[in-house]
């Protein structure tokens, strides 16, 4: 069940939703239009080390 993000059309809202299905149907929590755009999101990666480092960033320093 992933989280997608999305964007509406009408008035702008950036906002997550769970999808259940690819079947169900989106629309904006703030004025329920179905003019949404599903965006494209950053996923996470794992990093070893980056915790014991005290680093705030998994990149090299």
């Known amino acids: ?11 702008g809202r950036l906002f997550e939703e769970l999808v259940m299905s690819a ?3 989106v629309a ?5 239009s179905a003019d949404i755009e599903k ?3 950053r ?7 980056c915790a014991s480092s005290g680093s705030s960033s998994c990149g090299p320093t």
């Open 43 to 49: 996923i996470a990666k794992k990093c070893s080390g």
């Open 39 to 41: 965006l494209i999101s």
């Open 23 to 25: 079947a169900q149907k």
């Open 1 to 11: 069940m992933p989280i997608f993000e999305y964007e509406c059309g009408k008035c």
């Open 28 to 32: 904006c929590p703030s004025c329920g």
